[in-house]
């Protein structure tokens, strides 16, 4: 009876609903059967050829340019070109006005005819006080005095000629300087190209000035890679067939690079073309950015497309070294840890770790020097998963080797010679 009203008070009541409720959930649990399975993507080892590269973005650059930059004023005249124009070197762009030029080209002639004047009338003194002295040297009553004035005489037209040859020659130099000035009044394309800026118009007067760069006699002409130019600069043309590639490469890169090697480019606003060029240089210098080090590099063109302009971005694609008939295998494939390259290697269907040493290698393969051999398969995806009979209870999971510890280039062309991986 105690037993029986001990039972009937509520929260005895509770907690034996509570107790039998967790052990039925367990004995439930317990009773049903867990299975995991674990499956493996494979890829077999090939023997082919592997392309690795590198790639790098940058821009088309001119790498002659010419700023038409007068250096003489005057007023702008029959200007003859605009921007798009394409002109020859020699060809006219536009005149100067300017009067002065004029009047000091014949002061300049005016003082170089004095000049030779002068010159001459000292030629003819010396002749006549020659002639005086033979004279003197034959007659006998010519006295010492005489004698020795004349010779003189002749040793000072001698000193005036010398001086007579110096001014003629120094008024020829003005002269001809004055002439040339006077020329450069007509402006000319100091070289063949494409005409990407005109900053002035006819009226225009222009101050005197000169701009650096190698003097032409017409203009001044610079040789840059710089498109950029200043909107003080009267005409601007570019050598378009001169364009090359300007690209950026990361240090890593940047070391597996040299002068030679084949590029692929590709345009982002020419979507159908694709140009193919050589390494021309590589910068020395690198530019730290963020943390980042970069390295400049120069890329020619093998054949230059018409479409192409100064300013346009480009991606390069550059083959750093091809190997044919070896041993490769999916990056997915090679693992590392603190002192080795490793891969699972699959006997009797089972994994088991394989040291390997790796060679080159691009975003999709990497060589394997050592360790393994053709037709050898290696793991490239592991896949495990967890299931319950029941059907309320399951649960999976997957996990994928990537490459460790090795950095392909920025790109790679499919390996020949196996089969698809």
């Known amino acids: 009876m105690k037993i029986l009203k001990f039972l009937k008070r509520p929260w005895v009541i509770v907690s034996l609903v509570i107790a039998l409720a967790v052990g039925g959930y367990f004995i439930y649990h317990s009773a049903q059967s867990k299975k995991t399975t674990t499956t493996y993507k494979t890829a077999t080892v090939v023997k082919g050829t592997l392309t ?31 921007v798009g124009d394409t002109v020859k070197a020699g060809q006219v762009l536009f005149k100067i006005s300017n009067d002065d030029l004029d009047l000091a080209v014949s002061k300049a002639y005016a003082s170089l005819l004095q000049a030779r004047q002068s010159l001459t009338d000292s030629q003819n003194k010396l002749t006549s006080d020659q002639a005086t002295q033979t004279t003197l040297s034959s007659d006998a009553m010519a006295t ?21 040859e110096v001014n003629v020659q120094s008024a020829e130099s003005a002269y001809s300087t004055a002439k040339k000035t006077a020329a450069k009044r007509t402006v000319t394309a100091p070289i063949s190209g494409a005409v990407t800026a005109v900053n002035i118009k006819d009226g225009d007067t222009l101050g005197s000035s000169s701009s650096s760069g190698s003097n032409t006699g017409t203009s001044s002409t610079t040789s840059s890679s710089s498109t950029s130019s200043s909107s003080s600069v009267p005409i601007v043309i570019n050598d378009l067939s001169s364009i090359k590639v300007s690209i950026s490469l990361n240090e890593v890169d940047a070391a597996t690079v040299k002068v030679g090697q084949s590029v692929s480019m590709t345009f982002d606003a020419i979507d159908d073309l694709t140009s193919t060029g050589k390494i021309l240089s590589i910068g020395t210098s690198g530019t730290e950015t963020s943390g980042v080090v970069t390295y400049p590099a120069v890329i020619s063109f093998d054949s230059l497309d018409a479409r192409l302009k100064p300013a346009m971005s480009v991606s390069a694609v550059i083959t750093t070294d091809v190997k044919q008939d070896i041993v490769y295998v999916p990056n997915s494939a090679v693992k590392s840890n603190d002192t080795s390259n490793y891969v699972l290697l699959m006997k009797d269907d089972k994994p088991s770790n394989q040291t390997v040493t790796v060679g080159i290698a691009n975003d999709s393969y990497t060589e394997i020097t050592s360790g393994l051999s053709e037709g050898d398969t290696v793991v490239t995806q592991t896949i495990t998963a967890s299931t319950r009979t029941s059907s309320t209870t399951s649960k999976s999971s997957s996990s994928g080797s990537g490459l460790g510890g090795l950095t392909g280039g920025g790109g790679g062309t499919p390996p020949t010679g196996g089969p698809g991986m």
């Open 52 to 82: 690795a590269t590198v790639s790098g973005t940058g821009n088309l650059i001119v790498d002659s340019s010419a700023n038409v930059n007068p250096s003489i004023s005057g007023d702008v005249k029959n200007l003859a070109v605009k």
């Open 144 to 164: 010492d005095a005489q004698k020795t004035d004349i010779a003189q005489k002749i040793i000072s037209d001698a000193t005036a000629i010398t001086v007579a």
